[in-house]
Nanobody, 114 residues
Framework: QVQVVESGGGLVQPGGSLRLSCTAP???????MGWYRQAPGNERELVAM???????NYVDSVKGRFIISRDNAKKMVYLQMNSLKPEDTAVYYC?????????WGQGTQVTVSS
């Protein structure tokens, strides 16, 4: 495995929840990790990041709804998404924040629709 592998996406109604997971190809313990998303016609954007001390930071549009977490031993990063809105529809990716990144994975599609 040489790239990040994301999973957990799907179709959910507005107000619903999903939990995304990603497995990194190498150790993540010394890196700030992030979840990104890309909607059709838009550039990929950072939505959440988690530091080595497990503190999370979020873009305003997801604050209070999304929670990022990590398990360094398993090389995994998670994104709990609650109160989902149609505008959260996108392909979600996980990677290091800033600097040298892993090769991007396929992402996981999240579709919020009634």
């Amino acid at each position: 495995q040489v790239q990040v592998v994301e999973s957990g996406g799907g179709l959910v109604q507005p107000g619903g929840s999903l939990r995304l997971s990603c497995t990194a190809p190498g150790s993540i313990s010394t890196y700030v990790m992030g979840w990104y998303r890309q909607a059709p016609g838009n550039e990929r954007e950072l939505v959440a990041m988690i530091s080595n001390d497990d503190s999370g930071n979020y873009v305003d549009s997801v604050k209070g709804r999304f929670i990022i977490s990590r398990d360094n031993a398993k090389k995994m990063v998670y994104l709990q998404m609650n109160s989902l809105k149609p505008e959260d529809t996108a392909v979600y990716y996980c990677n290091r924040y800033g600097g040298l990144k892993y090769p991007w994975g396929q992402g996981t599609q999240v579709t919020v629709s009634s």
